[in-house]
């Protein structure tokens, strides 16, 4: 027999159900296993067959079977199974039987803090809610590769391993390379333009990124993902501030598509985002700040500057999404270009979701004499990126994008406290297994 799945059942059919034990429990002469597979979950009754019951009698928690059934149409509901049908169980199997379980999957159950799941992220994954997570996750991601695919942008695969440090020194992953040492990226985008510089002028790169700060935060990750995406012929940043929102809109209008059954799970009612999205400026953005209390001119924004924009955002935009544009040139990397009126700021943007920045990116300097001199103004070895800057020199087009954190922008979207729930197995500065 062909195997079933929980979300395809139909009422009097005879099904072969595969998938994990999620909760046993006795009733008069009546017991019921509830089974968990990808799709859902659904509740098992054994009656009268004398086979069945004995074999029912030995399963645990979150062991491995098949049973066979015919569905029926629920008497007797469940909280949590598919409380419009039921499978009568005719036959069971015992695939791979569980020992004590070290953590709770059955979400009725105790929580268990959060370094423990992780500790044992497989069985904390087969919780409905955590897979949810990920199945959203997924969904975003294939959002923005449709609206990408269909606006004629190529996906492509950088690489990961660098021989020089892209960016800060101090903050790479350094490795040992057959005799010489190599870095793990912090950002795929020096090699997305000069994939830019050799003609490909739409593309996309979803993949892994790694960044050594001992940062012990709800929002940080040593390794996490983007959707980096790159595009040429730009008039300004405002082109790629467009394009992102596109990107955004896109990913959230798949989630809601196709992860109903999810959403409802965890109790989240997602709206599509209107756009444009609001846009804070530089210099104005330290008047504002400085109107409610913080003097930081000429700085970075750091956590307390971002919840207090957040506020000013909900309340003079009610818009969960916005940009910062133009923050100082000298706090910004070599290759990000400055602005047109006046040099002391540049065209770099954040895009920011309920007071988290999500993403970073803007128009890139495109021009060689430029580049030097940014190079020379941050003390900046030439040597270091030579391999990197040489290409400008032999024709190179106005550029831009941005790189758009999955893990942070699932972390928001779903209200998730900390930002390793985001991430299947996540690396942090004390974990690197499982």
């Known amino acids: 027999m062909k195997r079933s799945y929980v979300s395809e059942l139909k009422k009097e059919q005879d099904v072969l159900l595969k998938g994990w034990v999620h909760e046993i429990r006795e009733l008069a002469k009546l017991k019921f296993i509830i089974l968990r597979d990808s799709s859902g979950i659904v509740q098992c009754i054994v009656k009268d067959n004398k086979n069945a019951k004995e074999i029912a009698s030995e399963l645990t928690l979150e062991s491995v079977v098949e049973i066979q059934g015919k569905v029926k149409k629920a008497n007797v509901k469940s909280e949590i199974a598919r409380n419009d049908t039921e499978v009568e169980v005719s036959d069971i199997k015992i695939i791979s039987k569980a020992e004590k379980l070290p953590i709770h999957v059955n979400e009725k159950t105790t929580t268990t803090d959060l370094s423990k799941r992780l500790d044992f992220r497989s069985l904390d994954l087969r919780k409905p809610k955590v897979n949810a997570i990920f199945k959203i996750q997924s969904a975003l991601i294939e959002g923005m590769q449709n609206y990408l695919d269909k606006e ?69 990750l040593c390794e996490h993902r983007t959707c980096a995406v790159e595009l040429a012929f730009i008039k300004d940043e405002k082109d790629v501030m467009k394009l992102e929102e596109e990107t955004v809109v896109s990913a959230i209008k798949n989630v809601i598509n196709k992860c109903k059954n999810e959403l409802d799970f965890l109790g989240i009612k997602l709206k599509v985002p209107k756009t444009p999205f609001p846009e804070l400026k530089f210099p104005e953005i330290y008047d504002i700040l400085k109107e409610h209390g913080k003097d930081v001119y000429g700085e970075d924004l750091d956590t307390e500057a971002e919840k207090i924009l957040w ?97 942070r922008l699932t972390q928001v979207l779903l209200g998730l406290q900390n930002i390793r729930e985001a991430a299947l197995f996540p690396r942090d500065t004390e974990r690197v297994t499982p």
């Open 311 to 407: 506020e000013y955002v909900k309340k003079k935009y009610n818009s969960d999404f916005y940009f910062f544009n133009g923050f100082p040139h000298k706090v910004k990397p070599f290759y990000v270009m400055e602005g047109d009126e006046n040099p002391r700021w540049s065209k770099s943007v954040d895009l920011n979701f309920r007071g988290m920045e999500i993403s970073s990116g803007g128009q890139r300097e495109h021009r060689y004499k430029k580049i030097m001199k940014n190079l020379k103004e941050r003390g900046i070895s030439l040597k270091s990126v030579e391999w990197f800057i040489k290409f400008f020199k032999y024709g190179a087009p106005p550029h831009g994008g941005f790189a758009l954190g999955i893990e």
């Open 152 to 220: 004629g942008f190529v996906q492509v695969f950088t690489p990961c391993l660098m021989g020089v440090a892209s960016e800060s020194g101090s903050e790479v992953f350094e490795i040992k390379y057959f005799n010489k040492k190599a870095f793990l990226r912090q950002d795929p985008q020096l090699h997305r333009q000069l994939t830019i510089l050799g003609g490909i002028e739409k593309l996309y790169d979803i993949g892994p990124s790694w960044r050594a700060e001992k940062s012990h935060t709800v929002k940080h």
